[in-house]
């Protein structure tokens, strides 16, 4: 009888246990918030979703009105807002908006993306260190 009782039990925990944690991200881009800030009339905004058992990060970014068409697009980190740091994960290319992606983050990326530190940016031409930028934040 108490090996039925925790079996019943372990059967119970079980998919609870396996399951993975979905968190979501948001960062919404503009010059202002660039380092140092850029006067553009460029926006844009990204979603992810973090799945905390694969470690995949799972990301939409969109952007418009920039001053030219993007040259490149990444996550740097890590980073708080108003400090600068170097690439973390590149968006493929052409950076083309919408840009979508699934990407295998390291548990320390992981960590750092937890802790709001890492940023998004989008480079042009004429702005090559970034025209707009966005901190990544927890949207949970």
Request: aromatic residues 6%; proline residues 6%; glycine residues 8%.
């Amino acid at each position: 009888m108490f090996r039925n009782a925790l079996l019943a039990a372990a059967l119970c925990v079980a998919p609870f246990a396996a399951s993975a944690e979905l968190l979501h991200f948001s960062a919404t881009m503009n010059g202002a918030t660039e380092v140092p800030a850029k006067t553009s009339p460029g926006i844009g905004d990204v979603l992810a979703t973090l799945d905390t058992k694969t470690k995949m990060l799972t990301y939409t970014a969109t952007w418009d009105k920039l001053t030219g068409p993007a040259t490149a697009a990444h996550f740097h980190g890590p980073a708080a807002a108003g400090a600068n740091a170097g690439v973390a994960v590149a968006f493929g290319a052409p950076a083309i908006s919408p840009s979508h992606a699934a990407i295998a983050l390291t548990d320390a990326q992981i960590k750092e993306l937890e802790a709001g530190m890492w940023y998004v940016n989008v480079h042009t031409a004429a702005n090559p260190s970034g025209e707009i930028r966005g901190q990544v934040k927890l949207a949970n």
